[in-house]
């Protein structure tokens, strides 16, 4: 299994930056595409954005432009900077690998004036 820890979340004002990260333990990271999902209050999680194995990405429809993911398999590590943040960014984020049935704590992040 791939056990995720998310970190870097934060409160910042509207248009403003977060740079979130994940660091994953097992062997199989390298071999997993990964997934950054977003829980907001009363709804329900989503994936934001997705990176294979190979570096191949895919995102949200309200994300693209604004939010980019990435990955250091070499750190078990992969990445999403968030900019121009809005306040409907507000959620719980988290990381978990396709290979994987386990969700880490998630990090809170928070945009708001």
């Known amino acids: 299994q791939v056990q995720p820890v998310e970190s870097g979340g934060g409160w910042v004002q509207p248009g403003g930056s977060l740079s979130l990260s994940c660091v994953a333990s097992?062997?199989?990271?390298?071999?997993?595409?990964m997934g950054w999902y977003r829980q907001a209050p009363e709804k329900q999680r989503e994936l934001v954005a997705r990176?294979?194995?190979?570096?191949?990405?895919e995102y949200l429809d309200s994300v693209k432009g604004r939010f980019t993911i990435s990955r250091d398999n070499a750190k078990n590590t992969v990445y999403l900077q968030m900019n121009s943040l809005k306040p409907e960014d507000t959620a719980v984020y988290y990381c978990?690998?396709?290979?994987?049935?386990?969700w880490g704590q998630g990090t809170q992040v928070t945009v708001s004036s």
């Open positions: 978990k690998a396709d290979l994987s049935v386990v």
């Open positions: 097992g062997r199989a990271f390298r071999f997993s595409a």
């Open positions: 990176i294979t194995s190979g570096g191949t990405s």
